[in-house]
């Protein structure tokens, strides 16, 4: 799960942690809604949905609250599938950036979810990719790896890969 942490980052543009647009404005204390597809274009998005996210000194999203983070993917996920998977890939880069950063390993609940999510739009190459890239990383004390490892084995033999 994503660390906690306090944003130390003056205000700005970054990754919308919504997914639901390329950049959000990040205000020094929190998230507003102007929003950017990057094209120089700005938009005002009220989403709804709470934007647990938050920007952090090395550009990568991580969450102050990881259980909300779960809470919101599965959010988006009954209401917009693309913006649930940019979040949770997001989520995925966060994870594997702070591995490397404090020699944890990754637990496996994105990378599951980003499979199951890739298997709804019918993309099993991508999902063997995610997959992968689970397999290659150090894993979690406790984290269940042998059984999206099988997954990846049983797509692989279905796909042909």
């Not at 942690?17 to 990057?38: I, N």
């Not at 809470?71 to 649930?84: F, P, S, V, Y």
């Not at 940019?86 to 020699?103: M, P, S, Y």
């Amino acid at each position: 799960m994503p660390t906690q942490r306090v944003p130390q980052v003056i205000a700005g543009w970054y990754l919308d942690p919504s997914g639901r647009w390329t950049y959000r404005f990040w205000d020094g204390q929190g998230w507003t809604e102007k929003v950017s597809g990057g094209d120089g274009r700005l938009w005002s998005d009220s989403t709804t949905l709470p934007l647990w996210c938050a920007p952090t000194t090395d550009g990568l999203v991580d969450g102050q609250q990881p259980h909300t983070l779960v809470d919101q993917i599965m959010t988006l996920q009954k209401n917009d599938i693309h913006a649930a998977l940019l979040l949770t890939v997001r989520c995925i880069d966060a994870v594997e950036n702070d591995a490397r950063i404090n020699g944890y390993g990754v637990a496996p609940w994105y990378y599951e979810r980003a499979a199951i999510i890739f298997a709804r739009l019918a993309d099993p190459a991508t999902e063997v990719a995610v997959l992968e890239r689970f397999a290659r990383q150090r894993h979690a004390p406790g984290a269940k790896p042998p059984q999206l490892i099988d997954r990846l084995r049983r797509l692989r033999q279905a796909t042909g890969a």
